[in-house]
């Protein structure tokens, strides 16, 4: 068994986004200077210890995890692994309109945004599968690295992870567990990454928030951590529990 800590990050605010446009994939636009303002006040984080950083290949979520980055002292000797199967939802034909477009799109169809899947645009279970292939490739190359380093602690693990105490810092959840991978990606694929959690892997709720709050939009530069415990299968590492500690903070 191995426990570590997942924290998710939302990308910085974009032109776009202030526009009230939808992005998705197509556009692939830069921070806009508050988006800019926001990564760099990320840099609360500079006391956190990360051990792994996974990013979009994106260039919003390259550009705030930079800034996390750069104020970090235990992302010295880290590398940035831009990841594909991190990008955020394709929107098909509504990238480049106006959100609120697609939310009267969406109440028309007798649905609700972001859970509405515009012309030519991915489904929520199509990017659920993408959620699921990246975690796949992250959980292995974790186990093998805490292995390789004799990292693996079966004795804390086995047992069920209990509630996470909350100060409400940048360190909450984080005590005695070493493992703690940064995750910088983008608001509708934290949304399906989340549900994936809370509905097929019976993750808890966040203290203090209903499922409506757990499945909303996280906003720009927003964070939701997770403590997570995997084990070992025959040749696959399978998650065993997940812990919710908190969900879309940005008091940053």
Known sequence: FLR???????SGETQYNKAGLLQGQTIDSGLSEIGLQQAEAAGYLKDVIFTNVFVSDMLRAQQTADAIMRHNSSCCDLQMVCDPLLKERSFGTAEGGQIEDVRRMAKAAGQTFPDFTPPEGETHDQVK????????????????????????????????????????????????????????????????????????????????????????????????????????????????????????????
């Open 4 to 10: 570590f800590i997942l924290t998710f990050e939302n």
């Open 129 to 252: 599968e993408r959620v699921k292939r990246f975690f796949d490739k992250m959980f292995r190359q974790i186990w093998d690295e805490r292995r390789r380093d004799g990292g693996e602690d079966e004795n804390s693990a086995s047992a069920p992870t209990e509630p996470p105490c909350h100060e409400g810092t940048a360190e909450d959840g984080l005590r005695g567990v070493p493992v703690h991978a940064l995750v910088v990606t983008h608001g509708a694929y934290m949304c399906v990454a989340v549900r994936y959690f809370v509905e097929e892997l019976r993750c808890s709720l966040s203290p203090g928030s209903d499922e409506a709050t757990m499945f909303s939009l996280s906003p720009n530069t927003g964070l939701c951590r997770f403590v997570l415990t995997m084990r070992q299968e025959e040749d696959r590492v399978k998650l065993s529990d997940v812990c919710c500690v908190f969900v879309h903070r940005n008091e940053h």
